[in-house]
């Protein structure tokens, strides 16, 4: 089994990096959480999770047992909370960059070019006054 989740985490993965390597934003937005979502399956698979007992220590014992490590468990809960902040906020900002360009392709979008290099001085090119 654990192969198996070895094997979905590094496919999900690759499919990610494939994603985010392309020039188009709303592709890059779903490489990004698809990123969050393969790292947290590796994550996943460090907190033993085919373990049946409870991360509970027993009473007058000083160590955990064979349990499953919460540990992980609250990483990952705290990583889908964060990868969904992210994908809100980079879905705002793909949408913005829609309604300013009207293109979603990386490499058309020239917005931040006409104002010029920012290194000269004097009037840049672009600003209204």
Not at 3 to 32: E, K
Not at 87 to 95: C, G, I, M, Y
Not at 102 to 108: A, D, K, S, W
Request: proline share 7%.
């Amino acid at each position: 089994m654990n192969l198996l989740y070895a094997l979905m985490a590094s496919v999900v993965v690759a499919c990610s990096v494939y994603m985010i390597l392309s020039r188009n934003l709303v592709r890059l937005l779903l490489g990004l959480s698809m990123l969050a979502t393969g790292v947290n399956i590796i994550i996943f698979m460090t907190s033993r999770p085919g373990s049946p007992t409870p991360p509970l220590i027993p009473e007058g014992a000083k160590m955990l047992g064979q349990a499953a490590d919460p540990l992980p468990q609250a990483l990952i809960l705290t990583a889908i909370v964060i990868g969904f902040a992210l994908t809100l906020v980079l879905a705002a900002l793909a949408l913005r960059a829609w309604r300013a360009e009207r293109t979603l392709n990386i490499g058309q979008m020239h917005g931040a070019e006409e104002l010029g290099d920012p290194r000269r001085p004097g009037k840049r090119e672009g600003v209204r006054s």
